[in-house]
């Protein structure tokens, strides 16, 4: 399947209903922010552990954003391939597809977190790790926080993650998988590439920055989460659905 495109104004109905409920998301968390309540940390997603952490989280966060620009990229990437994936799954496959890989970029990222967590922890007695589970948030409010394994305990604990990307993550990599061989334009530099190498080169680049930590306020293995979960669903419908692509 190589030269499908939907129209360019045809928006599908989940891919609309998704961009138009992060956008009011946003505007919800401006405009409480205003009136003193932190909907990010209400809806973000904690750390198990953390004190804050509650399970709707693994589906509220995925609606929640960090600022204009954050929310800008995803719903441009959203729209720009996630329309045309519903326009050949059709709105029920697509929808599952959405979610799984979002919920799946937060299983990896939990998970690597979990790692992290489990490593600062057993370089500290357990004395201070319990003044990072029990003061760890208040002191981080004040503008504050410990050096050393402490503070990366404290970070990890009670910084929530927030955003569509892990999904959109996963969408990309499926219009990669669908559609090889369709030239994308970079913007910089301004040159064709294909959707293969397109996603293979972002797949790498995640993956370096993840284990380098480089750009650490980023979820590089949720992104990663979503890729992965993306292409065992779609190996399973392609093995399992006849004609799936």
């Known amino acids: 399947m190589q030269n499908f495109r939907p129209s360019i104004n045809t928006i599908p109905p989940v891919v609309k209903n998704l961009v138009i409920i992060n956008v009011l998301m946003l505007a919800a968390t401006y405009i409480l922010q205003m009136k003193g309540i932190d909907l990010t940390n209400t809806l973000g997603l904690h750390y198990i552990q953390s004190p804050d952490f509650r399970p709707y989280q693994l589906v509220t966060h995925m609606f929640m954003h960090g600022g204009f620009m ?7 990437a959203l729209w720009m391939f996630g329309r045309v994936l519903e326009s050949v799954w059709g709105p029920k496959r697509f929808f599952i597809y959405y979610f799984v890989t979002g919920l799946g970029a937060a299983a990896l990222h939990t998970f690597v977190n979990y790692m992290e967590f489990q490593y600062y922890a057993s370089k500290m007695n357990p004395q201070d790790v319990q003044a990072v589970l029990s003061q760890g948030a ?5 503008g504050q926080n410990w050096v050393g394994p402490a503070g990366k305990l404290n970070m990890i604990l009670n910084t929530p993650t ?3 990307s892990g999904a959109v993550f996963g969408i990309l990599l499926g219009f990669g998988m669908l559609f090889p061989n369709t030239e994308l334009m970079l913007l910089f530099p301004p040159i064709p590439i294909k959707a293969k190498y397109f996603v293979a080169g972002y797949g790498a680049i995640e993956l370096f920055s993840g284990i380098t930590g480089m750009g650490a306020n980023i979820a590089h293995f949720a992104h990663l989460g979503g890729m992965l979960f993306g292409f065992f669903l779609i190996r399973y419908w392609n093995r399992n659905t006849r004609n799936f692509y």
């Open 70 to 76: 954050h929310l800008a990229f995803n719903m441009f």
């Open 138 to 142: 208040e002191l981080l409010q004040q």
């Open 162 to 164: 927030v955003g569509a």
